[in-house]
């Protein structure tokens, strides 16, 4: 059974929109969970959250955890055609390695 | 600093050949892992280290896979025999600390074709 699910598996929005993705976890010993960007390449790394860091924000891009809910949302304003990728929510339990939910594929289109 | 180093980006071969992929970490960084990612079954762990240690291999799907790290600047991932169904791209990815890595970087990963 899945650890990590992602939702919406697919999203087209319009350039300027805003959207949010939605990422829930069910893990023993909840670490962290990180945010990735992958467009055709590597996942390139966007925020990570733990118990002490619940929110981060970069410039139109914004990541909140709540550990109630075993749950976190990536926000983007503003979007632009560049932020076309798959979304990828990675969380870390009391092992190592990060387990990967199936992503978001977001497109915007102009 | 260049970056984690995959090689080669491309490989195609045919099935039953022995393919080895090889990554370079970030120097430095004491933890390694090596994912391969599908679109079926998207990324997964196969086997992780921690100072040139194998920790977790549990991700490996078979016999066929077996990886190595032989000194903290160099790691082989090795398939044999290949078959069609490999077909993917696999990524190496390190990470710095004592152990318990947070934030990985990954390499530009190789995309592997078994005919």
């Known amino acids: 059974e899945d650890k990590v699910v992602q939702s919406p598996l697919s999203l087209v929005v319009h350039e300027g929109d805003t959207v949010t993705l939605n990422c829930s976890y069910e893990v023993t010993n909840f670490r962290s969970l990180l945010w990735y960007k992958q467009e055709k390449k590597a996942p390139t790394f966007l925020f990570m959250l733990t118990s002490s860091g619940i929110e981060k924000k970069s410039g139109r891009l914004s990541s909140i955890l709540d550990k109630k809910e075993l749950s976190s949302i990536l926000n983007i304003t503003a979007t632009q055609t560049g932020d076309s990728a798959i979304y990828l929510c990675?969380?870390?339990?009391?092992?190592?390695?990060?387990?990967f939910g199936k992503g978001t594929s977001l497109l915007v289109t102009p | 600093d260049a970056g984690v180093i995959q090689s080669p980006r491309h490989e195609v071969t045919e099935m039953g050949q022995e393919v080895t992929l090889r990554c370079k970490p970030i120097?430095?960084?004491?933890?390694l892992f090596w994912y391969r990612q599908t679109m079926m079954r998207g990324l997964e762990l196969l086997i992780y280290f921690n100072n040139n240690v194998p920790i977790d291999d549990s991700g490996m799907p078979e016999d066929r896979f077996s990886a190595k790290m032989p000194n903290a600047s160099f790691s082989t991932l090795k398939i044999q025999p290949s078959e069609p169904r490999d077909s993917a791209v696999y990524f190496c990815?390190?990470?710095?600390?004592?152990?318990?890595?947070?934030?990985?970087?990954f390499g530009p990963g190789t995309r592997l074709t078994v005919l």
């Open positions: 990675a969380v870390i339990d009391s092992g190592y390695a990060l387990n």
């Open positions: 120097s430095g960084h004491n933890s």
């Open positions: 990815a390190t990470g710095a600390g004592t152990g318990v890595t947070d934030t990985q970087y």
